[in-house]
């Protein structure tokens, strides 16, 4: 099973990007998917996750109030909608998928089993 992240490019500072991520076949079952990202010469960071059971929704307080992550369940697909973009916001943004139900590593890297190739989002000032 593969994930594929799409939707990157190079943006103005104020723009409005939508990222969107799905897996290979839709009988990949997961509890929840996540997005994270990496900026150059920096850790990848948590960005933001959905679990499935009950919709809850988790952002980093970096994107709070500007990100909002949106899938279907049924279709292994996951979306990040991103608004008001800064230059701190230019990174590679990978998605991934939770298969074992760590709910409680959402915000971790280890709370993942699968990871997208990542997708380039790059912010001019």
């Known amino acids: 099973v593969q994930l594929q992240a799409s939707g990157g490019g190079l943006v103005q500072a104020g723009s409005s990007l939508r990222l969107s991520c799905a897996a290979s076949t839709r009988t990949f079952s997961t509890y929840g998917m996540g997005w994270f990202r990496q900026a150059p010469g920096k850790e990848r960071e948590f960005v933001a996750a959905v679990r499935w059971n009950g919709g809850n929704t988790y952002y980093a307080d970096s994107v709070k109030g500007r990100f909002t992550i949106s899938g279907d369940n049924a279709k292994n697909t996951v979306y990040l909608e991103m608004k008001s973009l800064t230059p701190e916001d230019t990174a590679v943004y990978y998605c991934?998928?939770?298969?074992?139900?760590?709910?409680?590593?959402?915000?971790?890297?280890?709370?993942?089993?699968?990871w997208g190739q990542g997708t380039q989002v790059t912010v001019s000032s």
């Open positions: 991934a998928a939770d298969r074992a139900g760590r709910s409680w590593k959402l915000e971790t890297i280890s709370g993942y089993d699968y």
